[in-house]
């Protein structure tokens, strides 16, 4: 658990890092710098439900709950559910859910041949990075999302409902804006991170690990 104490303490080593070199972008020069990876974020994933040996992915639904709190607010690590700035100004709800459903419609070719499966997402969080995070310090893609997996002729349960955190680093600066030019948006780049987390969670036999990307990571699990 990440009490206060942590959370202040976190916010220290921030302030240290002002030495720190960060690639901001040149048309935003803030002055701002990077946070140290000196903290491991928490593991992120609830313990690992069976497996199935293979899997036929039938179908798949995404909910993306109407009760999940959407920021605009131009801050670094807005408080929120979701946060996203990938698409133009619009429904929050419906372009977090055909992003979801991209990244399922691009693993399922892949899962053929095996037990039949119906899938449902039920998102839980989605923050992508502001407009100030991503032309100054760059940050984290922090998302968590319960996935179910159903067999489509009985309804039943084939497994244990399982949460997967599926973070993922963030460009920021220069490296963000080169990225861009060259196709590699944040929704170019979340579509397929979240094709890859499906197939890992779906495929290996201990699912999808979630990756350890320091201070601004434990500080979106603060919030």
Not at 25 to 45: E, K, Y
Not at 64 to 86: C, F, T
Not at 124 to 135: Q, V
Request: one cysteine or more.
């Amino acid at each position: 658990m990440i009490t206060t104490k942590h959370v202040l303490g976190l916010v220290a080593l921030l302030g240290l890092s002002a030495c720190a070199s960060v690639d901001t972008a040149s048309r935003n020069d803030t002055g701002i710098t990077s946070a140290p990876a000196a903290i491991a974020a928490p593991a992120g994933a609830t313990e690992a439900a069976p497996r199935l040996a293979q899997i036929a992915l039938t179908g798949y639904e995404v909910e993306v709950p109407g009760y999940l709190k959407v920021s605009e607010a131009n801050a670094y690590i807005p408080r929120a559910d979701i946060v996203w700035r990938g698409d133009a100004p619009g429904d929050r709800y419906r372009q977090v859910e055909a992003i979801f459903e991209a990244g399922l419609a691009q693993a399922a070719p892949t899962l053929q041949g095996g037990v039949p499966a119906h899938a449902k997402i039920t998102v839980r969080r989605f923050h992508g990075l502001t407009e100030k995070a991503r032309y100054t310090t760059g940050g984290v893609h922090n998302i968590i999302f319960d996935l179910a997996l159903y067999d489509p002729a009985t309804g039943a349960l084939l497994r244990p409902v399982e949460t997967v955190h599926a973070d993922m680093r963030a460009l920021g600066g220069n490296r963000a804006i080169e990225a861009d030019a060259a196709g590699q948006t944040q929704k170019v780049r979340v579509t397929e991170h979240l094709r890859r987390t499906l197939l890992e969670e779906l495929t290996q036999p201990g699912g999808h690990e979630n990756a350890r990307l320091g201070v601004i990571q434990a500080l979106n699990y603060a919030r």
